[in-house]
């Protein structure tokens, strides 16, 4: 079975300081991850995904994200927060063979000048 | 290329009308799925297409939703009998598939309903 688990609802950073959005995850085995990014009023858009190759994962727009077995995570970052960067954020899992990916409730990232 | 559609963009009814929201998924794409995003929360799975036919149709939240898909394609969500609750913006996915892999999925800019 598979779910995943976003820690926060809500992150507020200033612009210019790092980002850091945190997603656990439970899977089976061999999962793949997601993290996507949905402005408001538009559709959800992928920033990145992990499927087994490296743990190191980038992204579009600066962001990365690292796969830690051990940890069953995979947090979101980015050095320096653009205003740009304010979204919902929604981490993804998905078992090998599954059709159906989990989603997470979603972080809101808000960001100051 | 062309991404995935869906129309209309906005849907005002009132309760107790049937609707009908389309998505026209990216071509080649064999799996397409339905959400719901109610104001301020997370992604509600409403079911998933393989072809045409349709394996899970878990999500759906009541008798009153159906949903179609012809010719590998075009797919139409219909709500009959409308309630206030039915109220969202109803997001529609497609991705391609396989039983090894896990693709990502391409999303509409979604159809908001609103039923007064």
């Known amino acids: 079975a598979q779910s995943v688990t976003q820690l926060d609802s809500h992150v507020s950073v200033s612009e210019g300081t790092p980002v850091l959005l945190r997603c656990n995850y439970s899977s089976s085995y061999s999962p793949s991850l997601f993290w996507y990014v949905q402005h408001p009023n538009k559709g959800l858009q992928l920033l990145l995904k992990y499927t087994s190759a490296a743990t190191l994962v980038k992204g579009i727009n600066g962001f990365e994200a690292e796969f830690k077995k051990s940890e069953t995570s995979f947090h979101l970052t980015k050095p320096s927060a653009h205003m740009s960067d304010a979204a919902e954020y929604f981490c993804?899992?998905?078992?090998?063979?599954?059709?159906?990916?989990?989603f997470g409730r979603g972080t809101s990232l808000i960001v100051h000048p | 290329g062309a991404g995935v559609s869906q129309s209309p963009s906005n849907k005002v009814t009132e309760k107790g009308k049937d609707v009908e929201l389309r998505c026209d998924p990216i071509s080649g794409h064999t799996a397409l799925y339905w959400y719901r995003q109610s104001l301020g929360q997370g992604l509600e799975f409403l079911i998933y297409?393989?072809?045409?036919?349709?394996?899970?149709k878990s999500g759906l939240p009541s008798d009153r939703f159906s949903a179609e898909r012809t010719g590998g394609s075009v797919s139409t969500l219909t709500i009959q009998r409308t309630q206030q609750e039915d109220s969202a913006v109803y997001l529609c996915a497609s991705s391609l598939a396989s039983a090894d892999y896990s693709y990502e999925q391409y999303f509409g800019p979604g159809t908001r309903l609103t039923v007064t």
């Open positions: 993804v899992v998905s078992d090998k063979g599954s059709y159906i990916p989990t």
């Open positions: 297409f393989q072809g045409n036919s349709a394996p899970d």
